[in-house]
């Protein structure tokens, strides 16, 4: 997908574990974020990054955190999971804030909590 | 914050008709609206965009409308064909640092041979 991959593509946890997710990207960009989607949702933004070490809460960050150490990686962890968390989360990438120039999705990571 | 509504939920056509998905926007400062496609199993793609200074694009069987006045834009796919169907999500972004996309809910278009 474009130089972007997420990783893993799916993972059954139990309930109260931590769980990170990763997005990589070799397209160099600024932007990075983290998406769920959800039926009837849609897609919601749970955290983005404007550069490295550079970080901010979307609309459904809670139990949520995320940390980006280098340009080409982005992390998403659960702190302690749980079933409203099971989800298909997209990691996207951008060059241009708002994304005035679209994103780039990944392939998606199915997350069940059990 | 911006809040984007899309419609309908589902839409059902035979291949050959048209398809028209529908979406307004609340915040008035929006300036771009992205439309994306998703097939099974995949991330959203990007399909077509547009920007407020532009009243209609087009793209081959695909059109992509603006009323800023309304506030609202409008996907429209022409001679549908099977492989038209997936998940199509519009979004609105007011740009800048702070403006990050905003996606409506979706809309599942299924295109019966």
């Known amino acids: 997908d474009a130089g972007i991959t997420q990783s893993p593509r799916h993972k059954v946890t139990e309930t109260g574990t931590p769980v990170t997710l990763r997005c990589h990207q070799t397209?160099?960009?600024?932007?990075m974020y983290w998406y769920r989607q959800d039926p009837g949702h849609g897609l919601r933004l749970i955290h983005y990054?404007?550069?490295?070490?550079?970080?901010d809460k979307g609309e459904v960050s809670d139990g949520y955190s995320v940390s980006r150490s280098k340009t080409e990686d982005f992390l998403l962890t659960l702190e302690s999971a749980t079933s409203s968390q099971t989800s298909v989360y997209f990691c996207?990438?951008?060059?241009?804030?708002?994304?005035?120039?679209?994103?780039?999705f990944g392939s998606g990571t199915r997350l069940t909590v059990v | 914050g911006e809040n984007v509504e899309q419609h309908p939920s589902t839409l059902s056509v035979q291949e050959g008709d048209s398809a028209v998905i529908k979406c307004t926007y609340s915040?008035?400062?929006?300036?771009?609206f992205p439309w994306y496609k998703q097939e099974l199993g995949k991330g959203p793609q990007l399909i077509i965009d547009?920007?407020?200074?532009?009243g209609e694009k087009k793209d081959q069987r695909i059109a992509v409308t603006l009323n800023k006045t309304a506030k609202h834009f409008s996907l429209h796919i022409t001679e549908t064909q099977p492989e038209d169907s997936a998940v199509y999500f519009c979004?609105?972004?007011?740009?800048?640092?702070?403006?990050?996309?905003?996606f409506g809910k979706g809309t599942k278009l299924s295109v019966k041979p």
């Open positions: 397209e160099n960009h600024r932007y």
């Open positions: 996207a990438i951008s060059e241009s804030a708002g994304g005035v120039y679209g994103y780039t």
């Open positions: 547009i920007r407020s200074n532009v």
């Open positions: 979004a609105a972004s007011i740009g800048g640092s702070q403006g990050n996309l905003i």
């Open positions: 915040d008035s400062a929006s300036n771009y």
């Open positions: 990054s404007y550069g490295v070490k550079d970080t």
